[in-house]
C-alpha cells in the first residue's frame, strides 16, 4: 500500500452561492418569503398611504405566482423524480429558470405588466417540459399525480398568458382553476403519506375518480365567481362542502399527532370551511369583502404553505434537522390560526357595517409580514445556508 506523502490538502469549502443553489427548494423558498413580506407590505401600504398602485395586481398576481407558485415550484422540482423514480433535476436545468422568473414577477409588479405576465407564464411553461421529461424517464408504475400536477400548471401558464395578451383580469379563475387545484392534489398525495409514516394506519382508499372530480369542482368555482354566476356558485360551493368533506373525512386525519403533522390537518380542515362558507354566502350575504376566499387563501393555502415549508426546510438541511416542531414552530403555526381569525373577523365586521372591520385588516396585514418574518428567523438559515 501507497501513501501519499503530500502534506495534508485543505479542503475547500463551497462558496455560500454554491450552497444556496445546491437544493432547488433553497432558492424558491427564499424568493417566496421574500415576496410574501414584500407584497404584503405594499399592499398594506397602499391601503394607510393611499399610495397610487393597481392593488389588484400587486396583491393578486404577486401572492398568486410570486409567493405560492415559487413555492410550490420548489417544491415540484425536488419532489417529482420522487414522485416518479427519476433522477433528480440537474441544477442547471433551474437556476437560471429562477432567476429569469424573479425578474419575470419583478418586470410585472413595476415595469410592464404584460411582458411580466409573459415571462412568468413562459418560465412555468418551461418547468411543465422539464417536469415532462423527468416523468418520461421515471420507473414509477404510478405516475398520475405527477401528469395531474403538470396538466395544472399548463392551465395556469395558459391563463395567465391569456391575462396578459387581453389586459384582463383572472384572477379568480387562476386563484381556483390553478393555485388551489396544484394544492390541494399536492395535499392528496403528501399528507396522507406523512400520516402512513408516523402512525403506521392503513391509508384509506378514496374514491376511484377523487382527483378528477376535484379538480373539475374548483375549476367550475373558479367559473362561477370571476364571471359572477350566482346560481352556479351556490350550486357548486354546496356540492363541493359534502364532496370534500366527505374525503377529508376518509382521509382520517383528524387525530393526535405531532404539530408538524397536525397543522396540515387544520390546512384541510380550513378548506371545508372554507366551501361552507362561500355556500352560505352564495345565498345569504351580497358582499363580505372576500371573506371564503380568504380562508382558501389563509386558511388553506397559507396553513399548508407555513406546515410544508417547515418540514421541507428540516427534511432537506445541511446538517440533517429532526422533523419535528420545537415551541417557537408551534408558535408560528398558532399566529397563522390568528392572522386567519383576524382576517374572518374583518369580513364578519364589514358584513355587519362595522368601521371597526379596518382595524382588524391591518391587525391582518401586520400579522401576515410578522409572521413571515419570524419563520425566516427560525428557517433562514436552512434556506440560506448560513453557516452558524
Known sequence: MQFSTLPNQPIIEKTWWKRFTSQPHQIFFSSSIFFAIFIMAISFSSFIANLDINFSLVHGFGLNFGVFTNAFLGFLITVIPKYTSSNVINKNKYLYAWIVYQVGILTALFINVI??????????????KIFFETIKAGKAINKEDSLFINYILILGATLLIIEAIFSTNLSMLIFFSYLLCIIFIIALKMIPAFFFTFTK????????????????????TGISLQFQLAYLTAIISFISSLFFGFIIYKLNIVKKVPAILSILSVGLIWFEIAYISLFLESIFVTYSFK?????????????????????????????????????????????????????????????LNNDIYTLFLHLGFTLWILLFILWLFKYGRFLLRIKS
Not at 411582458?115 to 411543465?128: C, D, E, L, N, P
Not at 382508499?205 to 377523487?210: H, S, V
Not at 398558532?334 to 369580513?347: D, E, K, W, Y
Request: glycine share 6%.
Open 291 to 351: 371573506l371564503s376566499f380568504h380562508i382558501f387563501a389563509l386558511g388553506f393555502a397559507t396553513t399548508l404553505l407555513i406546515g410544508f415549508g417547515s418540514r421541507v426546510c428540516l427534511g432537506h438541511a445541511v446538517p440533517a434537522q429532526v422533523i419535528t416542531a420545537d415551541r417557537y414552530t408551534k408558535f408560528l403555526f398558532l399566529l397563522t390560526q390568528v392572522v386567519i381569525f383576524a382576517r374572518i373577523i374583518t369580513s364578519i365586521e364589514f358584513i
Open 201 to 220: 394506519t392503513p391509508i384509506n382508499k378514496l374514491p376511484k375518480y377523487t382527483k378528477q372530480i376535484s379538480i373539475l369542482l374548483l375549476i367550475l
Open 115 to 128: 411582458i411580466g405576465k409573459i415571462i412568468v407564464s413562459f418560465t412555468i411553461f418551461y418547468f411543465i
